[in-house]
């Protein structure tokens, strides 16, 4: 079956780096446009950034532009969210997605907080 397990959560000093990986199996992972979403307390999940098959990527968070990027290792199903100069409102739950046949696949999330 479809399985996304999000790793490489923790706390981190503003400023700080971190990335996230995003382990993947029981699909075609070479084909497949993976998602990273968070949600902060309180707050809806958003849709931070994604990557396409094809290594294209789409930021859909203006304000992690230029700090957050992702990248892909189709021959280990894996995709990492690298993330430089975090910021307190970064601070959230972090997901792996996939959407396949109209049906939404979520990792179980990696918590990120970014505090002094």
């Known amino acids: 079956q479809v399985q996304l397990v999000e790793s490489g959560g923790g706390l981190v000093q503003p400023g700080g780096s971190l990335k996230l990986t995003c382990a993947a199996s029981g699909f075609p992972f070479s084909s497949s446009t993976i998602n990273w979403y968070r949600q902060a307390p309180g707050k809806e999940r958003e849709l931070v950034i994604s990557?396409?098959?094809?290594?294209?990527?789409?930021t859909h968070v203006e304000s992690v532009r230029g700090r957050f990027t992702v990248s892909r290792d189709n021959a280990k199903s894996t995709v990492y969210l690298h993330m430089d100069r975090l910021r307190p409102e970064d601070t959230a739950q972090y997901y792996c997605h996939r959407i396949s046949n109209g049906k939404d696949y979520w990792g179980q999330g990696t918590q990120v907080t970014v505090s002094s």
């Open positions: 990557i396409m098959p094809s290594g294209f990527i789409t």
